[in-house]
């Protein structure tokens, strides 16, 4: 899986693969797995079953500038308490 391919299935396996790890924020998706609308492809994989959860939260990016309200994805886990490790 490189993360130079920019289809909708590759990203779709990326995010996948990043949140079986842990929770991931739109920022991360977009600067490490090199995926331009995180919220969309979201979108589509719940679309196709996959219980992704979303907390909002403020972040401060790598050049130290706040954004309020950044989505942060993450799987539920099975016992029902939410996996968020791995939170900017």
Request: hydrophobic share 40%; with cysteine.
């Amino acid at each position: 899986m490189s993360i130079h391919q920019v289809d909708a299935a590759s990203q779709h396996a990326r995010i996948l693969a990043r949140l079986k790890q842990g929770a991931a924020t739109t920022i991360e998706l977009i600067q490490e797995e090199n995926i331009l609308r995180p919220g969309a492809r979201i979108c589509e994989l719940r679309e196709k079953g996959h219980d992704i959860r979303t907390h909002l939260q403020d972040v401060i990016d790598p050049w130290g500038r706040k954004h309020c309200r950044v989505a942060l994805y993450y799987f539920p886990t099975t016992n029902g308490n939410a996996v968020k490790a791995g939170a900017a």
